[in-house]
């Protein structure tokens, strides 16, 4: 049973270009995370999506940011017209099921390292 | 606002002594959660606590959980030199599924 996936692992983006983060999560999950972490600081959540539904993007700027996780396929973070800021890592995680009710695990991606120049 | 704020930021130590780490929150949570990051790399799930638990071992961790206090803490027994690594506690809100980091502990063992 493969773990998360997600690529690229690493992007370089000049200002003003769009970056697509893909995630596909653990075979039988159906609740995705995306978090994204900053260096040396801890993650930040952004955004939590069932299939075909956003739950939850209380974390997600309000401007050039965008998720999915369509019926087939993986699940997509688009950020559009990046700049300097959005240089960090962006991990997604998944899940079976609701974990904050439940207390299940997330399990976690490795990770896309995103550097915009 | 940040849910979790780790104490010590890093932690320096020799092969064979214990590590502790602590991590404090500001609301009730549902459960706390350990996560271990190695340099450059995804997160690794290590041990999770609900509310309503004190204790938790798995291995050479231990796990506390004083709700009172809002604290947690992180035991890493005979540690190792593949122990170095950053360590994120990480709450599970009620009502919520995202989770929320602390800032992390960044652990390195010396052989």
């Known amino acids: 049973n493969a773990g998360v996936m997600q690529n690229p692992r690493h992007l370089v983006r000049r200002r003003g270009q769009e970056a697509r983060l893909r995630c596909s999560p653990m075979k039988g999950h159906s609740h995705v995370y995306w978090y994204r972490q900053l260096p040396e600081e801890g993650l930040k959540f952004m955004v939590y999506?069932?299939?075909?539904?956003?739950?939850?993007e209380s974390g997600m700027p309000k401007e050039r940011f965008s998720a999915e996780f369509p019926k087939e396929g993986p699940s997509i973070l688009r950020i559009q017209q990046v700049v300097r800021g959005d240089s960090a890592a962006y991990f997604c995680?998944?899940?079976?099921?609701?974990?904050?009710?439940?207390?299940?695990?997330?399990?976690f991606g490795p990770g896309t390292r995103l550097l915009v120049l | 606002s940040q849910q979790g704020e780790e104490d010590p930021q890093a932690l320096s130590i020799q092969e064979g002594e214990n590590a502790t780490m602590n991590c404090s929150y500001k609301?009730?949570?549902?459960?706390l959660q350990w996560y271990r990051q190695n340099s450059g790399r995804g997160l690794v799930h290590l041990i999770l606590i609900r509310s309503n638990e004190r204790e938790k071992h798995s291995g050479r961790l231990r796990v506390t959980l004083d709700t009172s206090k809002k604290s947690s803490s992180l035991l890493i027994t005979a540690s190792r030199a593949a122990d170095t690594a950053s360590y994120f506690c990480a709450t599970g809100l009620r009502n919520t599924d995202k989770l929320i980091f602390g800032t992390g502990t960044r652990l390195q063992v010396f052989p």
């Open positions: 609301t009730s949570i549902n459960n």
């Open positions: 995680a998944s899940s079976p099921r609701q974990t904050g009710g439940l207390g299940e695990t997330q399990y």
């Open positions: 999506l069932q299939k075909e539904n956003i739950i939850d």
